[in-house]
């Protein structure tokens, strides 16, 4: 059962890449395809990174560990898309101009902290095999807690890319705080501060 399940979540997962590519293909992108491949493919980072923190309250809802199993798969999509939306702005927007690259880092705040989203996510991807979680032991669980920083740095990322209407980069930020609140062990927290 969990076998056909991960099959099918994985199957699901490439339905992203399939629409892009064949938006690209059928010539379907608008008069701004690059912006469009952009937002594309930063949205399903932003929503592999709920689907991966939401994998741990649905073992807590439900009782079940399979959501587990999930978990690094969503991650590693995660990272798929997340290097996609990076490739699309340094390969298709900027043509590998590391001069303009590097100096729209360090001036524009958005690209900044989407680059440190990235660059955070790197070893998250390195050591998401079952050997890299033998060799790490109890480090890996610490290092994988910086999903909870890179989805931060996400949505920041989003608000600040977007000028006016901040409607969908704000809902994104809830699912997260929400997701991330869920994690709180509220009695030791309760404890402390008394």
Known sequence: MKKILKLGFFILSL???IIVLYRIFFNQLGPEPIKEITHHT???????????LSMTPLKKLTNLSIWISFRRMFGLFAFFYASLHL??????????????ISKDVLTK???????????LMVPLAITSSKKMIGLLKHNWKKLHKLI????IFGVVHFIWLVKKD????????AIIMLLLAFRVDYKKFLLKIR
């Open 15 to 17: 339905i992203p890449l």
């Open 42 to 52: 930063g949205e399903w980072t932003l929503l592999f990174l709920i689907f991966t």
């Open 87 to 100: 490739m699309t702005y340094v390969g298709l927007d900027y043509r590998f101009d590391l001069n303009s």
């Open 109 to 119: 705040k958005f690209i900044f902290i989407g680059f440190a989203a990235w660059l």
């Open 148 to 151: 909870y920083v890179i989805s």
């Open 166 to 173: 901040l409607t969908e980069p704000l809902i994104y930020l």
